[in-house]
């Protein structure tokens, strides 16, 4: 009986030693091009790259910086769009950033109709507040709190709200004038769909999926303001919301079930949706 016991522990040891190995060294590397089709009220189709929680620092080496925009550009996106969370903690991990070559880097995801961003919570916290604007400035990135922008080449109005947690979140004044398919860009998944009215599509990140998938373990990964829609595609009666997995890591430098991952969003023209 004994020597059974200690047989078994030892093969659930070496499971989770391998599952720990994995999710460490493999799974943080498999960064994945995930693809969704959506309707959109406009007069016109468009594709768009949405990524987020890249959290560079400690957990999540700046130098993948480079392959991930690489990921990004290949995909000849019309515009592209970041969820927030560009580093993880920069008073913890300043001396594993370059800031002027993250910039660079970010510089280099020109698109005809352009970057676009919002804040997540980390880009106010942990001295992030005093890096992020600057950074995205120096990338040409602009940066959406709590307003509305009208791209008439896509018939599209995107619409950034502030981070829900250090931040004021509103959104209702800046739909007043929306004109075509409606994107709601947001952090926390939980907060945006609450506070969205009639939208095509509202885009967030913030989870990470739960970054470790597994039973019990997973809701203890999960953040406030991503409970309720932790992972994918979700319909409401007002339009979708999109929540990604995400790049980077936070807590942990681990990854399980949950590659990252980036989204290539293609939308078709569909007026008579509504």
Known sequence: ???????????????????????????????KVRHLTVSGRGTK???????????????????????????IKAQAPDLVLFGGDLVDQYVRD???LDLSSLA????????????????GNHDYSGGGIGIYEKVMNEASVTLLKNEAIYLPDLDMTLMGIDDSFYGTPVWQKAWDEAKGTRILLGHEPDEAAAMAGDVDLILS??????????P????????????????GLFER???????SSGVGMTKLPLR???????????VKSDQGRR
């Open 94 to 96: 300043e001396q594993q």
């Open 45 to 71: 189709d468009f594709r768009m790259v949405f990524f987020s929680d890249t959290h560079f620092g400690k957990y999540y080496p700046q130098s993948r910086a480079e392959h991930l925009m690489q990921l």
């Open 256 to 266: 399980l079930g949950n590659p990252p991952e980036i989204w290539v969003i293609d």
């Open 1 to 31: 009986m004994k020597q059974g016991i200690k047989k078994g522990c030892c093969v659930v040891l070496g499971m989770a030693v391998l599952l720990a190995g994995y999710g460490y060294g493999v799974e943080p590397r498999r960064l």
């Open 237 to 243: 009666e007002n339009g979708a919301i999109l929540v």
């Open 205 to 214: 990140g913030h989870s990470h999926g739960g970054q470790v998938r597994l």
């Open 104 to 119: 660079q880097c970010l510089g280099s995801l020109s698109s005809p109709q352009g970057v676009y961003a919002v804040w």
């Open 216 to 231: 019990v373990v997973t809701q203890l990964f999960l953040p406030p303001g991503a409970h309720t829609y932790i992972k």
